[in-house]
């Protein structure tokens, strides 16, 4: 991105909940996503005088038991006793000094593009599994945050992380960047924080802010909620509920205040979340975008990325509905999956200090304490962080009952009406025939009912009394963006037998690569010259070499 920023002018000041640059450690391996890495790391080691460690791992042992596995199967000429002997000692001297020079190769190469820019440049070559390294070195203490590429040397068309990336995020002690755009550097486009008022999404904020000053660019906070799924829960349990059942469980009484809390409440309370980021950022001396945004939080957010072009998404790690054994929320984890542009995913945390303030001024009755905590489990931590700020803005210190009820009156101005109107919630509604024929295109019937029950609630968000085509399309689309389902294709014996003479560490990422080959030209069988092609293809994607 290009032009000043409304960042640009303010040097970094590293403020609480924001992850350090001091000490980056990046994980190499040669690939594109790697090496986008590396010069992102670079770029931001530059703004603090930052050091970078290279990593990376090569399994010695590893390759040396595989080979032994596989002397019994090796062509007839290897099975003499002297030419045996021969291809030991050969592939002990690849083993003991060929992996040692690579990975030396590739510490000189990111030496040589941090020394470029003044950054120091220390080495690391572990003997081990990949994420296992990575993960022992993170553990030490030594570093702030890790960059690593989603994909590595194994990539194959279809692929959207790789399996060494995932276990290091999902363990990772310490912040992790993710390079996703092989192309792209952070500023091509906005960063964009999730917002969800919890400590880590604030101090994912607290990141963004700081390195859009770094870099000089823009940050949007986007906040979103999903108004739709309890309307599809509670009509998914109300077809099972006996009438004797659905008095104990007080059916209509839950029904209605969801269906409030959800359309005015939740939107309210993530909208003060982002009032409260723009304090947060005003205090900063910086400007942010702000915006709410409706539907599945992950696709929301993807799709705010998408429309507006951003370079990088900073989350935390897990969200405010995380509990003490979870290792990654599950909106991050499938935005790391889905997301076309880098990725920060931060375990840093800070608390707003209103909110501070608020919890250590701010006193409750008894009996504003125990209508609080009958409040849904789901909500009760919303409901009394509206309170309490509803609270400070008026200056109040101490909180009755009665002050609870003005506030959830205020979130949800249905008030618990026993109308009719209310205890009809769950009448379906008619249909236009576009509308109809729309969502009969969804070929999974279980999917097909879930968009139209959220097409439903969308209507009825709308006032309208028919579901129409605009009610079901923005569903659709959320459906093709999905990846396509890839074709069927056969192996012939003959290539089949071929492959099963691939070593097993590495034929599945053969099988896939062959597969993806013979799709991209237009074939469903593996055979012939096709197939051959194809197994060439597939052992230059995973043994590149230069022949320039």
């Known amino acids: 991105m290009s032009g000043a920023s409304p960042l640009a002018d303010t040097p970094p000041v590293l403020a609480s909940g924001a992850a350090r640059l ?17 010069q992102e790391a670079v770029r931001l080691a530059v ?9 990376h791992a090569y399994a010695a042992r590893l390759h040396d038991r595989r080979f032994k596995q596989m002397e019994g199967g090796l062509p007839d000429r290897y099975r003499r006793e002297k030419e045996m002997e021969h291809q030991r000692d050969v592939h002990e001297d690849l083993i003991g000094m060929g992996l040692g020079l690579i990975s030396d190769s590739y510490h000189d190469s990111a030496g040589a593009i941090s020394a470029a820019q003044g950054v120091s ?4 070559s572990p003997e081990g599994k990949n994420y296992t390294c990575l993960l022992e070195a993170m553990n030490t203490g030594d570093f702030d945050v890790l960059a690593m590429g989603a994909l590595g040397l194994g990539a194959v068309a279809g692929s ?21 755009d092989r192309r792209r550097p952070i500023g091509d486009g906005p960063i964009v924080v999730g917002m969800d008022g919890s400590p880590k999404s604030f101090g994912a904020l607290q990141t963004a802010m700081d390195i859009g000053r770094r870099l000089g660019v823009e940050v949007h906070v986007v906040a979103a909620y999903d108004p739709y799924y309890h309307y599809v829960a509670f009509n998914k349990i109300s077809t099972v509920l006996s009438d004797e059942a659905g008095k104990v469980f007080r059916f209509k009484e839950q029904e209605q205040l969801h269906e409030e809390l959800i359309d005015d409440g939740i939107a309210k309370i993530y909208q003060a979340h982002l009032n409260v980021a723009e304090t947060v950022a005003r205090d900063a001396g910086v400007t942010i975008t702000p915006v709410l945004v409706a539907g599945k939080p992950y696709q929301a957010i993807r799709k705010y990325i998408e429309k507006h072009g951003a370079s990088l998404l900073v989350v935390g790690k897990t969200g405010v509905h995380a509990d003490d054994g979870l290792d990654i929320g599950g909106n991050t984890e ?12 931060g375990q840093g945390e800070f608390v707003p200090p209103m909110d501070v303030v608020a919890e250590e001024t701010i006193m409750w009755s ?27 803005a008026q200056g109040h210190t101490f909180i009755t009952s009665r ?19 209310s205890r009809q919630t769950f009448e379906r509604l008619d249909w236009s025939d576009e509308a109809r024929a729309l969502v009969q295109t969804v070929g999974d019937e279980t999917l097909r009912e879930n968009i139209g029950l ?18 079901v399309l923005p569903f659709l689309d959320e459906i093709d963006l999905r990846a396509p389902t890839p074709l069927p294709v056969t192996w012939k014996a003959a290539s089949l037998a071929r492959l099963q003479r691939v070593p097993e560490a590495f034929r599945a990422t053969v099988k896939q690569s062959v597969e993806d080959y013979v799709r991209a030209h237009g074939a469903d069988t593996i055979d012939g010259d096709l197939a051959e092609d194809a197994f060439v293809a597939a052992r230059q994607n995973m043994c590149p070499v230069d022949h320039a």
């Open 334 to 345: 499938n935005l790391l999956r889905m997301v076309a542009c880098h990725i920060w995913i």
């Open 47 to 55: 703004t603090s005088q930052g050091k970078i460690t290279g990593i």
């Open 121 to 124: 440049f220390a080495r690391l």
């Open 403 to 421: 002050f609870v009820d003005q506030v959830m009156a205020a979130m949800m101005p249905g008030g618990g009406s026993d109308s009719d109107a």
């Open 454 to 471: 959220r097409a439903e609630k969308s209507a009825r968000r709308d006032a309208s009394a028919v579901v129409l085509s605009d009610h």
């Open 366 to 392: 008894d009996e504003a304490e125990e209508k609080i905590n009958r409040a849904p489990d789901f909500v009760r931590g919303i409901a009394r962080t509206s309170v309490i700020r509803q609270a400070q």
């Open 160 to 180: 959207t992380i790789g399996t060494v990336c995932e276990r290091v995020v999902r363990r990772s002690p310490i912040d992790v960047f993710v390079a996703k």
């Open 22 to 38: 001091d000490r980056i450690l990046v994980a190499l391996d040669q690939s594109d996503f790697a090496n986008r890495a590396l």
